[in-house]
């Protein structure tokens, strides 16, 4: 295990102005925090992040990189939390280490392949920093190489699976070539290790027959470059063995066809040195065709520069070369750090908040933005276009892509049209969170569904996917027409009945052409929403009554002063109830008056929108005097056991502690507040509004009877108008 001053020497050796003392202090509280937690070797746990931290040395990373690896499994796996990092190191380490923690919570369920592209945006998403990303990386390859120390084969290959299809990708993609390629040798020995295996035992079988062949390869090429005048550093390898299975399957061929086991590499001083050791090595050995890449004059999008070539070499071997200058060498070994470094001028190492790292990653942004390469994995995907984008997880951990703004209903409809129509709350990591509230990255939802809901018409004003949207608005047409029907329905029964005659629907059927219906249901949804009166069906039907001389009073509304009691009576056993009717699609409450279960009540048919209820003494009723036809006799649904918005009027004392009384007074007699405006305030008094959900009628009156009550209040007055 590392210790502690040698990480420190370390980091000074490429940063001397680092921050010797946090990362001191993170190295000792993350020790104090994992305690005596295990690794599957059996290690203490602890070792686990300071490998993670030597592995970022490497790549030369800031103080801040490095403390953020000390600490990025605190938050997760021990006591500690987030207050405590943001308080201990600060914000901008909090900000990292929130980053990799959010990152670890991304677990790719088994063999949902399709997860993988999703996943890949994802972690970029989070990787808001590219910091994170690079934690996250290292954090990976510590874990891999320790992975077949775990016990349960499932996790093993999931873990695996996930590197292979996400991690090692991302590494590629910022161009750290290295940790891709040890990424991805580790995961093919956990999923084929059999393969693995035998491509190692041939290699060293080669190894064993060939004798030192790499040496005299790479001492033929040194000589050859040195005769042309060339100053060249060579190194030789065998490729990996992921690498020989990748081209073993797409060539479909055995590995003893596979002769192109063997790559060298060449780094010289200069770019017009790498041409020149290319016409070398192409002059003296035979080149093998279609092996040649000038990544020089056009690098691979994640910034990686060099010149490909194959050649029957030394022996007739065949053997890939790469040629390269020692920027572009750096930059293949370090990826997008070393592409950091070198715009830092080598002298100040310490990413700090002074824009330098943002310059960082809009570098990253552009070159990810302008791959285009069909290979890449993630072709044709910018960063920029995550930042439309949420990602979150259900329960289960499925991921569901949404819009940025989107919100639990628009998840729950994305998971699955049912869920959606009957979603009544959602759980966003655990706590319970309006449905209005809009989702983050990495957020874990649940949806809490009931079978008595229904897709709201409030919704419409919050969701932001064309799903969700349709089918609220599909929800509601078809509710709302068949409250329409249900309305027309009543109505027009009771305008057949007040003429003696029973209502049917065939009755309607000599009709429907005249009106230009469908159908039956047709005709009675216009009268249900105003566009035709009852009157004018029920006189097309029995055009008899039309010849009589009628007054157009039968309809006339019920409550008013000139009518007798008796008569009152009589309507009201054929009062349309409101029973069932959704405020809001056929039937409106007004708002100037705020009808309460237990008020009289009368309907006003409005054209197109159906019914809206007053209370019979409100004074709008006198804008429809002259139209008698539009007057409905309407009455409550005594089961119904909605809350009801009352409003009341008060005028209270200007003191302190007057208007807590008023609320306390509420909430004791079980009135919920919804609304409260001050509409006046004098010096000594105020005047307010405040709407109330009650029950009914009665159970205002008593809120209403206990504020009188209360000393500081002067006045209370249900509110009229
Ligand atoms: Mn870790």
Request: hydrophobic share 40%; net charge neutral.
């Amino acid at each position: 295990m590392m210790r502690q001053f040698e990480l420190v020497e370390r980091v000074k050796a490429y940063d001397p102005g680092a921050d010797e003392a946090a990362i001191n202090r993170a190295y000792v509280f993350a020790m104090k925090m994992h305690g005596s937690q295990k690794r599957a070797s059996g290690d203490p746990y602890f070792s686990h992040p300071i490998e993670v931290a030597g592995l970022l040395t490497k790549y030369r990373l800031d103080s801040a990189s490095i403390i953020t690896a000390l600490l990025h499994d605190t938050i997760e796996d021990t006591p500690a939390t987030q207050e405590d990092i943001d308080r201990l190191f600060g914000t901008e380490i909090g900000r990292l280490v929130d980053g990799v923690t959010k990152l670890s919570r991304i677990e790719m369920q088994s063999d949902h392949a399709k997860q993988a592209e999703n996943l890949r945006k994802l972690v970029l998403a989070l990787s808001e920093d590219i910091r994170v990303l690079l934690v996250k990386l290292a954090d990976r390859v510590h874990n891999m190489r320790t992975l077949h120390y775990i016990q349960s084969a499932d996790k093993r290959r999931r873990i695996a699976m996930e590197t292979m299809d996400i991690y090692a990708p991302l590494a590629e993609r910022i161009g750290m070539q290295e940790i891709k390629a040890e990424l991805e040798d580790l995961a093919f020995g956990e999923l084929h290790a059999e393969a693995r295996a035998s491509i190692i035992a041939r290699l060293d079988f080669l190894r064993e027959q060939g004798g030192d062949l790499i040496g005299r390869i790479t001492d033929e090429l040194n000589r050859t470059l040195a005769d042309a005048g060339i100053a060249a550093t060579l190194s030789g390898r065998e490729k990996t063995p992921f690498s020989i299975w990748l081209k073993m399957r797409k060539k479909n061929v055995g590995f003893e066809q596979l002769s192109d086991i063997m790559a060298f590499r060449v780094v010289v001083d200069s770019v017009e040195d790498c041409y020149r050791a290319l016409g070398t090595i192409h002059s003296k050995y035979p080149m093998v065709p279609d092996r040649f890449k000038d990544y020089i004059s056009t690098p691979k999008p994640n910034g990686y520069r060099s010149l490909h070539t194959g050649v029957f070499g030394p022996e007739r071997h065949r053997i890939e070369v790469q040629i390269r200058s020692r920027e572009m060498h750096e930059v293949a070994e370090l990826g997008v750090a070393a592409h950091w470094h070198y715009k830092t001028d080598g002298g100040a190492v310490a990413l700090s908040t002074d824009g330098r790292q943002y310059r960082w990653v809009r570098e990253l942004l552009d070159i990810l933005e302008h791959a285009s390469n069909p290979e890449e994995f993630l072709e044709h995907t910018k960063l920029e276009m995550f930042q439309d984008q949420v990602f979150c997880f259900t329960p289960k951990g499925d991921l569901i892509a949404l819009p940025r703004g989107a919100t639990p209903v628009d998840f729950a409809y994305a998971v699955h049209s049912v869920v959606g129509d009957t979603c009544v709350g959602a759980k966003i990591n655990g706590r319970i969170m309006p449905l209005r509230s809009r989702l983050g990255n990495g957020d874990q939802v649940e949806i809490i569904t009931s079978k008595a809901q229904t897709p709201s018409p409030t919704w419409e004003r919050f969701v932001v996917t064309g799903k969700a949207r349709a089918r609220i608005r599909r929800f509601i047409r078809t509710q709302q027409r068949a409250q329409y029907v249900d309305l027309g329905r009543a109505i027009l029964t009771r305008a057949f009945r007040a003429e003696g005659y029973d209502f049917t629907d065939k009755a309607l059927d000599g009709v429907l052409k005249i009106f230009k219906a469908a159908s039956s249901d047709d005709l009675t949804a216009m009268v249900g929403e105003g566009t035709l009166t009852a009157r004018e069906v029920v006189v097309t039907v029995y055009p008899e009554l039309k010849a009589q001389q009628r007054a157009a009073d039968n309809i006339v509304p019920i409550g008013r002063k000139s009518r007798p009691a008796s008569e009152r009576r009589e309507h009201s056993s054929n009062a349309v109830p409101i029973r069932g009717l959704i405020p809001g699609m056929a039937m409106h409450y007004a708002g100037c008056c705020h009808p309460l279960p237990g008020d009289r009540i009368v309907g006003i048919v409005t054209t197109g929108r159906g019914v809206t209820i007053h209370t019979i003494d409100c004074e709008n009723l006198e804008k429809y005097a002259d139209t008698p036809e539009r007057w409905l006799d309407v009455s409550w649904d005594e089961s119904e056991g909605n809350a009801h918005t009352g409003r009341i009027d008060l005028v209270v004392a200007n003191e302190p502690g007057t208007l807590g009384s008023v609320t306390t007074v509420i909430a004791k007699n079980m009135g919920n507040i919804t609304n409260l405006k001050i509409t006046n305030r004098t010096v000594e008094f105020f005047e307010l509004i405040i709407d109330i959900e009650v029950r009914d009628v009665k159970h205002l009156t008593n809120i209403i009877a206990a504020l009188r009550a209360t000393p500081a209040i002067n006045s209370v007055e249900r509110a009229r108008n």
